[in-house]
Every structure is written in C-alpha cells, then in structure tokens.
C-alpha cells in the first residue's frame, strides 16, 4: 500500500485547499518553523480515525478547524482525503 495523494482544507492552518502528491521515492516536507509541516502529520492521522484532539496537538475539537486570522474569516469545517494505491 503507497499514499499516492493528501488533499487538506480548512483543517487547523490550512484554509485554502491545497493537494499534495506522493510520487515514487523519498518525499520531504521542509519549511520553516510555524509553516504547517506537522499539521500535515495530524491531516493523515485524522483522516485514518484519530479522534482524540489531544493526540493531534490540540485541546478541544474546534482546534483542528482553521481558526481565522487577520486576514482570513474563520472556517466552519475541515476536510481531509486521502489516496491510498494498494500495490
């Protein structure tokens, strides 16, 4: 079984969709401190059924959905697929 692809929307610091592909080979993700590369981490931990908020670094379930900010309204739900390839 290979993850072939994580679309995540509105979960905790992604508000905008955004879709990552797994191609064969190493996959990184890198980015500074604070850009959302552990959120990636909860994204397919929750998506495969964890549902203890603490276990995603959060304290209550309003946690995982985008919060808002200055910029940016807050959201009313979050969304997670994942692609799974059974080879």
């Known amino acids: 079984m290979r993850l072939k ?4 929307h509105g979960f905790k610091s992604f508000a905008d969709k955004i ?8 996959t990184a993700v ?4 604070g850009s959302g590369k552990s959120n990636i981490t909860d994204a ?6 964890e549902n ?3 276990n995603l670094r959060g304290t209550k379930t309003e946690d995982i959905i985008f ?3 200055a910029e940016r309204r ?3 739900g979050a969304e ?3 692609t799974l390839l059974n080879q």
């Open 5 to 8: 692809k994580l679309i995540i």
């Open 19 to 26: 879709e990552v592909e797994f191609d064969h080979g190493v």
């Open 30 to 33: 890198v980015g500074p401190n």
């Open 44 to 49: 397919i931990r929750w998506v495969l059924g």
């Open 52 to 54: 203890n908020v603490r």
């Open 67 to 69: 919060a808002g900010s």
């Open 74 to 76: 807050a959201l009313g």
């Open 80 to 82: 997670v697929s994942l």
